[in-house]
């Protein structure tokens, strides 16, 4: 599945709350109804991600996908800013 | 509420109208408030790994959900060793190990925090619960699984302590800050133990 964005934010080797406060500072910058892709290593990011688009009325997971690249996990978040 | 108001005679259409647009504004601010409201929820942070403590946890934990309460507890730094099944040094670094050979190796070995004398006084604590037929540490954790009280454990940390997946026991959840807040945000009580 290849879901659209409109920037990339890569959080690879952050750990918590590193990934969401980043995120949180790049899609303040989208207009709203764009979406920002986070990818990222911290295995926590999924559940956490969840978690503030759950808590946050700006923002809204649209898709979440883990990878494999060279036998390491990748998690990918897409989210959107929706107000 | 509409055909009641306008059955009646003498009734101004222009009020009648003013009073919807106020019901709807009032049906919209409950809504929003409605979303924010907490639920039936209970969250906790277990930070301390020693054996009173996080006695004390489960206690309000098990009871807490025994009342029909949705509960969340977070397991982080200390609290860890909880969770733990035993000790692995294989792929440590040197502090790593060093902290993992200076903790417990599973929740049979938490210390207590006032007067543990190396040990001595967590099996004291142990044995006089055994007497007053307060259920174990062990028999909490596995009641608190069957009453579906979410666990879990704190990415982060675990990273930081070098605690691998294998040495914690199944089935618990793992995630970070916004996961523990979500929960937390709409919970009656939170507590930080």
């Known amino acids: ?83 | 509420m509409e055909s009641s108001i306008q059955t009646k005679a003498g009734v101004d259409p222009t009020q009648v109208q003013a009073l919807e647009e106020k019901v709807g504004a009032l049906e919209k601010r409950l809504r929003g408030l409605e979303e924010r409201a907490p639920e039936d929820r209970v969250s906790l942070i277990v930070f301390s790994g020693d054996l009173d403590r996080v006695l004390a946890a489960f206690v309000i934990a098990t009871g807490a959900a025994t009342m029909g309460q949705q509960v969340s507890m977070f397991f982080t730094f200390w609290g860890l060793s909880v969770l733990r099944k035993g000790r692995q040094l294989s792929g440590k670094t040197v502090f790593q190990k060093m902290m993992a050979l200076m903790s417990p190796r599973s929740s049979q070995s938490l210390p207590v925090s006032k007067m543990n004398y190396f040990g001595v006084g967590a099996k004291m604590l142990r044995s006089m619960m055994k007497e007053k037929n307060v259920s174990s540490l062990e028999n909490m954790i596995s009641l608190a699984r069957d009453l579906g009280v979410r666990m879990i454990a704190c990415e982060m940390s675990r990273d930081v302590m070098g605690i691998s997946e294998s040495e914690l026991v199944g089935g618990l959840e793992c995630g970070g800050v916004a996961t523990f807040l979500a929960d937390s945000l709409k919970s009656r009580t939170s507590l930080f133990i």
């Open chain 1, 1 to 83: 599945m290849s879901q659209s964005f409109d920037k990339l934010l890569d959080a690879r080797g952050l750990n918590c709350p590193m990934p969401l406060v980043n995120a949180r500072k790049e899609i303040g910058k989208l207009e709203p109804g764009k979406v920002l892709k986070v990818i990222a290593t911290d295995r926590g990011s999924v559940s956490d991600f969840q978690g503030w688009a759950k808590i946050a009325k700006s923002v809204e997971l649209v898709a979440q996908e883990t990878e494999s690249v060279d036998g390491a996990s990748v998690y990918v978040h897409y989210v959107k800013r929706t107000t």
